[in-house]
C-alpha cells in the first residue's frame, strides 16, 4: 500500500493568481497521475508525472497552465497557475505501487477561484 | 475515449438493501475496478476484477463483468448508512503504470 499526504486539503483563491499543490508519497513510486474533478463530475487526468523528466499532459491540459514538478521518487507538485473560477474543482494525485494495480489517492485539494 | 458509464447517477435505499451499481465501457481492457469516494475526498479503492474473471467477491461486495458486453455491476448487500458515498468504475487498457480511466459514478444513500 501507500500513504500519500496531500496538501493543502481545500483553499480560496482570487482570480489570477496561482496555487502549488503538494503530494508526499511515503514510498518510491514512479508514475505519479494528477487528476481534476470539476463539481459532482467525475475525475479527469490532467497529466502523469514521471520523475528526471518532463510530465505528459492529456489533451486538453497544458504545461503552461499546470506546471508539474517531480524533483524525486516520492514527492510532486501541481501549480494550477492563472486561475479562474473554472479552475475551481478538487485536483487529486495517485500512485501506483510496484506490487499493485490499484491506485491511492492523497486527500486531494478542493480549490475554489473567486 | 474509453470512459465508463455508471447507472444509475444516483440511487437512494434503504438500510439493509442490496445495492446494484452498473458500469459499461467502450474499449477492450486489461482490468476494471471499483473506488469509493466520501464528501469529495479522496477515492478509496475497492476491489479489482481482470479480464478473464467473471466474478469476484469481498466481503458484502459482488462485482461481474461481461467483456461481451463492455459492463461491469458492483453489488453491495445488506447496505450500511456507512455505505453512504460515490462509487466510480475504472478502466486500465493495460497492467501497471497505466493512467486509470474513471467512469461517471453513482451516488448513493442510504437511509438508516
Known amino acids: 500500500s501507500a500513504v500519500i499526504s496531500q496538501k493543502p486539503s481545500r483553499d480560496i483563491c482570487q482570480r489570477g493568481t496561482s496555487l502549488t499543490i503538494q503530494c508526499q508519497v511515503d514510498s518510491q513510486v514512479t508514475m505519479m497521475f494528477w487528476y481534476r474533478q470539476q463539481p459532482g463530475q467525475s475525475l479527469t487526468l490532467i497529466a502523469t508525472a514521471n520523475q528526471g523528466s518532463e510530465a505528459t499532459y492529456e489533451s486538453g491540459f497544458v504545461i503552461d497552465k499546470f506546471p508539474i514538478s517531480r524533483p524525486n521518487l516520492t514527492f510532486s507538485t501541481l501549480t494550477v497557475s492563472n486561475m479562474s473560477p473554472e479552475d475551481s474543482s478538487i485536483y487529486l494525485c495517485s500512485v501506483y505501487t510496484a506490487t499493485n494495480e490499484k491506485l491511492f489517492f492523497g486527500s486531494g485539494t478542493q480549490l475554489s477561484v473567486l | 475515449s474509453q470512459q465508463g458509464e455508471e447507472d444509475p447517477q444516483a440511487l437512494s435505499i434503504q438500510e439493509g438493501e442490496n445495492a446494484t451499481m452498473n458500469c459499461s465501457y467502450k474499449t477492450s481492457i486489461n482490468n476494471l475496478q471499483w473506488y469509493r469516494q466520501n464528501s469529495g475526498r479522496g477515492l478509496v479503492h475497492l476491489i479489482l476484477i481482470r479480464s478473464n474473471e467473471r466474478e469476484k467477491h469481498s466481503g458484502r461486495l459482488r462485482v461481474t463483468l461481461d467483456t461481451s458486453k463492455k459492463s461491469s455491476s458492483l453489488l453491495i448487500t445488506a447496505s450500511r448508512a456507512a455505505d453512504t458515498a460515490s462509487y466510480f468504475c475504472?478502466?486500465?487498457?493495460?497492467?501497471?503504470?497505466?493512467?486509470?480511466?474513471f467512469g461517471k459514478g453513482t451516488r448513493l444513500s442510504v437511509i438508516a
Open positions: 475504472a478502466t486500465a487498457w493495460n497492467s501497471g503504470n497505466t493512467p486509470l480511466v
